[in-house]
């Protein structure tokens, strides 16, 4: 049996002001592992009140989403300030071999909140763990970090697990299987405990974690963790709630709850506000062989555009921007089918996403969403998303569009890019870095760069460079293996030690590219000094 109403929280008050400054005071150090922005802060950019906001603080409520157990139904609501998780073991989640209620991602000011690589967040909470919502021998989340998607794996979980038949709590990171921290739960169980979360999105070995409990004035558990994978694709989003399997052998399940409150997100960011966003409504953007319906549960707006099943039909949208800008395109969808239905994305006319797959949201009631990252124009914009096989795109909701300025250009130095037949030079004046690349005197011979854009789209790239002779020497430039300028002039400068510049425009893609100068003539190309994106 469930007790009538939630646990008292101990005798304080949390509003939003004195929230932020009892976490900082009991969590700082304020910087997080590896911070390199002088002017960055903790900037608070989501903050929901239970008995105010409601269910409305997440992107969606996965509540009994198999419709197995209706009278237990809600299983997720508002209570006493807490959002309140019950579980009944009759719950099935669509495979029955497991239970799921969970709330997922943050909506605040009219949008959702997209995390994505390179970020920093801090997430924390106060918890109640009540005695009969127990650690398991196989898994039971009550946090997750994943990319959005039905059949994607978690980038990390908070989970209670029985390790050497004794109860924990930990944070396991799935990329290498790595275990951040762990302590006993059982400690911690029928009393609020806070919880604080501090995440570096990055992939590979780029991602780092810190993850702290508090109970009371006291310190559980305080761990850091770098090196570690904590992106996959997409964005991030975080999900809370109670997720678990079936498989326990240690006689662990029965009826159970979590509450949660005073669940804040912090970004390590030099702005105070969150860029930018509007959503866009798909009904009312131009529409090619589509039609607006309203006839599936769960869309914003007043309907959704369902594409006629062929290669083609699309949906486009105008943006406006005041300056040329990074935008981040979340595209909400829902796909009832089992098949991937890919589009391609298209902004001004140039494809920035090709096949971006649309995978299966498991009904047509269920929405989901990709996300990309673009540059936009100043001035008006189109975003165009077509369906690239007969059977049309998805049933496609709207699209949120959230800018914010372009970083400055970054320098990468040709000394130390890929070189091939050439030679890494100091006998010249004015060089920037430890030096220049001399290229050897053959067609073919090149320096090839390995750049990071922010965003896909049109970038100005340029070329610092010295040629002393009076002869053009000429170079093909490549993106991504893609022939974007050929027999690009790199003219006389004066002398070897006088230094110019030539800029291209090329279509990057978000993250790594590999940028290649390659000589044409048996001149071999001009002396390198460095490339600016």
Same mark, same amino acid.
Request: hydrophobic letters at 40%; glycine letters at 10%; proline letters at 5%.
């Given at each position: 049996?469930?007790?009538?109403?939630?646990?008292?929280?101990?005798?304080?008050?949390?509003?939003?002001?004195?929230?932020?400054?009892?976490?900082?005071?009991?969590?700082?150090?304020?910087?997080?592992?590896?911070?390199?922005?002088?002017?960055?802060?903790?900037?608070?950019?989501?903050?929901?009140?239970?008995?105010?906001?409601?269910?409305?603080?997440?992107?969606?409520?996965?509540?009994?989403?198999?419709?197995?157990?209706?009278?237990?139904?809600?299983?997720?609501? *508002?209570?006493?300030?807490?959002?309140?998780?019950?579980?009944?073991?009759?719950?099935?989640?669509?495979?029955?071999?497991?239970?799921?209620?969970?709330?997922?991602?943050?909506?605040?000011?009219?949008?959702?909140?997209?995390?994505?690589?390179?970020?920093?967040?801090?997430?924390?909470?106060?918890?109640?763990?009540?005695?009969?919502?127990?650690?398991?021998?196989?898994?039971?989340?009550?946090?997750?970090?994943?990319?959005?998607?039905?059949?994607?794996?978690?980038?990390?979980?908070?989970?209670?697990?029985?390790?050497?038949?004794?109860?924990?709590?930990?944070?396991?990171?799935?990329?290498?299987?790595?275990?951040?921290?762990?302590?006993?739960?059982?400690?911690?169980?029928?009393?609020?405990?806070?919880?604080?979360?501090?995440?570096?999105?990055?992939?590979?070995?780029?991602?780092?974690?810190?993850?702290?409990?508090?109970?009371?004035?006291?310190? *559980?558990?305080?761990?850091?963790?770098?090196?570690?994978?904590?992106?996959?694709?997409?964005?991030?989003?975080?999900?809370?709630?109670?997720?678990?399997?079936?498989?326990?052998?240690?006689?662990?399940?029965?009826?159970?709850?979590?509450?949660?409150?005073?669940?804040?997100?912090?970004?390590?960011?030099?702005?105070?506000?969150?860029?930018?966003?509007?959503?866009?409504?798909?009904?009312?953007?131009?529409?090619?062989?589509?039609?607006?319906?309203?006839?599936?549960?769960?869309?914003?707006?007043?309907?959704?555009?369902?594409?006629?099943?062929?290669?083609?039909?699309?949906?486009?949208?105008?943006?406006?921007?005041?300056?040329?800008?990074?935008?981040?395109?979340?595209?909400?969808?829902?796909?009832?089918?089992?098949?991937?239905?890919?589009?391609?994305?298209?902004?001004?006319?140039?494809?920035?996403?090709?096949?971006?797959?649309?995978?299966?949201?498991?009904?047509?009631?269920?929405?989901?969403?990709?996300?990309?990252?673009?540059?936009?124009?100043?001035?008006?914009?189109?975003?165009?998303?077509?369906?690239?096989?007969?059977?049309?795109?998805?049933?496609?909701?709207?699209?949120? *569009?959230?800018?914010?300025?372009?970083?400055?250009?970054?320098?990468?130095?040709?000394?130390?890019?890929?070189?091939?037949?050439?030679?890494?030079?100091?006998?010249?004046?004015?060089?920037?870095?430890?030096?220049?690349?001399?290229?050897?005197? *053959?067609?073919?011979?090149?320096?090839?760069?390995?750049?990071?854009?922010?965003?896909?789209?049109?970038?100005?790239?340029?070329?610092?460079?010295?040629?002393?002779?009076?002869?053009?020497?000429?170079?093909?430039?490549?993106?991504?293996?893609?022939?974007?300028?050929?027999?690009?002039?790199?003219?006389?400068?004066?002398?070897?030690?006088?230094?110019?510049?030539?800029?291209?425009?090329?279509?990057?893609?978000?993250?790594?590219?590999?940028?290649?100068?390659?000589?044409?003539?048996?001149?071999?190309?001009?002396?390198?000094?460095?490339?600016?994106?």
């Amino acid at each position: 049996m469930y007790p009538s109403s939630s646990p008292r929280l101990p005798r304080r008050r949390w509003r939003l002001g004195l929230t932020v400054a009892l976490l900082s005071a009991a969590f700082l150090p304020a910087i997080p592992i590896g911070a390199a922005h002088a002017d960055a802060t903790w900037q608070l950019r989501w903050a929901p009140e239970a008995s105010q906001d409601g269910l409305g603080a997440f992107e969606g409520v996965e509540d009994d989403r198999a419709n197995s157990h209706p009278a237990g139904q809600p299983h997720i609501f *508002v209570e006493n300030n807490n959002f309140r998780f019950n579980m009944h073991m009759v719950d099935r989640d669509f495979s029955t071999d497991r239970q799921r209620q969970e709330v997922k991602g943050m909506h605040a000011g009219g949008q959702d909140l997209i995390l994505l690589e390179g970020q920093t967040w801090r997430f924390t909470q106060s918890m109640f763990i009540p005695g009969s919502l127990k650690a398991t021998t196989t898994f039971t989340h009550i946090m997750q970090m994943k990319m959005p998607g039905t059949d994607t794996l978690p980038i990390l979980t908070l989970s209670l697990q029985r390790v050497n038949g004794v109860a924990k709590i930990q944070l396991h990171v799935f990329e290498g299987d790595v275990i951040v921290g762990s302590t006993d739960l059982a400690p911690l169980q029928n009393r609020w405990i806070d919880m604080q979360l501090d995440m570096t999105i990055g992939d590979g070995r780029n991602g780092q974690l810190r993850w702290v409990i508090r109970n009371g004035s006291s310190t *559980v558990i305080d761990v850091s963790r770098t090196g570690v994978d904590t992106w996959l694709d997409d964005r991030v989003r975080p999900k809370w709630g109670i997720y678990r399997s079936l498989g326990d052998t240690s006689g662990s399940l029965q009826d159970c709850y979590l509450l949660l409150t005073n669940m804040r997100a912090y970004q390590w960011s030099g702005t105070s506000a969150p860029p930018l966003a509007s959503r866009l409504e798909a009904e009312n953007a131009t529409i090619f062989h589509g039609t607006v319906e309203s006839d599936h549960l769960g869309f914003t707006g007043t309907g959704f555009v369902n594409y006629f099943n062929e290669v083609g039909s699309y949906v486009q949208w105008t943006v406006t921007a005041s300056e040329r800008v990074v935008a981040t395109l979340t595209f909400r969808y829902a796909n009832g089918t089992t098949t991937n239905r890919t589009m391609d994305i298209r902004v001004n006319g140039l494809l920035v996403a090709d096949e971006l797959a649309f995978n299966n949201t498991l009904s047509w009631d269920m929405w989901d969403t990709r996300t990309i990252s673009v540059v936009l124009s100043a001035g008006s914009n189109t975003i165009r998303a077509s369906a690239t096989t007969a059977d049309g795109g998805p049933n496609l909701d709207n699209l949120q *569009v959230a800018t914010s300025p372009l970083p400055p250009p970054t320098r990468y130095e040709a000394e130390n890019a890929t070189i091939s037949q050439g030679t890494v030079a100091t006998n010249h004046l004015g060089f920037s870095g430890t030096g220049f690349v001399d290229y050897t005197n *053959v067609a073919g011979s090149y320096v090839q760069w390995t750049v990071n854009a922010p965003a896909a789209g049109p970038m100005a790239v340029t070329f610092r460079f010295a040629n002393g002779t009076t002869t053009n020497r000429p170079m093909d430039i490549t993106v991504n293996g893609t022939l974007v300028a050929g027999g690009l002039a790199f003219n006389g400068t004066g002398s070897w030690d006088t230094w110019a510049t030539v800029t291209i425009t090329a279509q990057l893609r978000t993250g790594t590219n590999t940028i290649r100068a390659t000589a044409t003539t048996a001149n071999g190309g001009p002396n390198m000094d460095n490339l600016t994106v």
